[in-house]
């Protein structure tokens, strides 16, 4: 379940998605198109949020799995090239619950697969909005 399939449920709450990526606006205006995304998608290219939020960055070996580098390798092995990554494929992402300008909830990842379901998201957010915080 995705966070844009609970949109009416998020709403009921008072609330709304936003998406924030370190890549260039029209990167982000593309992935918003293919994702469907109905809020906002906010580009901060020097990661100033994903630092006041303390979102690290993920080793190596966390990032280029076993799992990973076996999908590169049968790829190869089909002649499909293999493109060095344009980003930073080690910073993590995170999910925050935000009232009033503060966030009032935050979810840092251990690695790049380690985000919250949707449902704990939503009660997240239904509890700050409980709370008045």
């Known amino acids: 379940m995705r966070v844009r399939e609970q949109r009416d449920r998020l709403e009921a709450l008072g609330a709304s998605a936003l ?6 606006a ?11 995304w109905p809020w906002p998608f906010l580009t901060d290219p020097d990661r100033l949020l994903y ?3 303390g979102l690290g960055r993920a080793r190596l070996r966390e990032v280029y799995t076993p799992a990973t580098l076996r999908i590169y390798r ?13 980003e930073d494929a080690r910073q993590l992402g995170g999910d925050a619950i935000v009232r009033h300008g503060r966030a009032v909830r935050v979810f840092r990842p251990a690695s790049p697969d ?5 449902d704990e998201l939503l009660a997240a957010a239904a509890t700050a909005a409980s709370d008045g915080r």
Do not use: C, K, M, W
């Not at 049968?74 to 344009?86: K, M």
């Open 19 to 24: 998406a924030v990526g370190f890549s260039p």
């Open 26 to 36: 029209p990167a982000l205006a593309e992935l918003a198109d293919a994702l469907q």
């Open 51 to 53: 630092a006041r939020l």
């Open 74 to 86: 049968e790829a190869a092995g089909r002649g499909d090239t293999i493109s060095r990554p344009v």
């Open 114 to 118: 380690d985000r919250p379901a949707v």
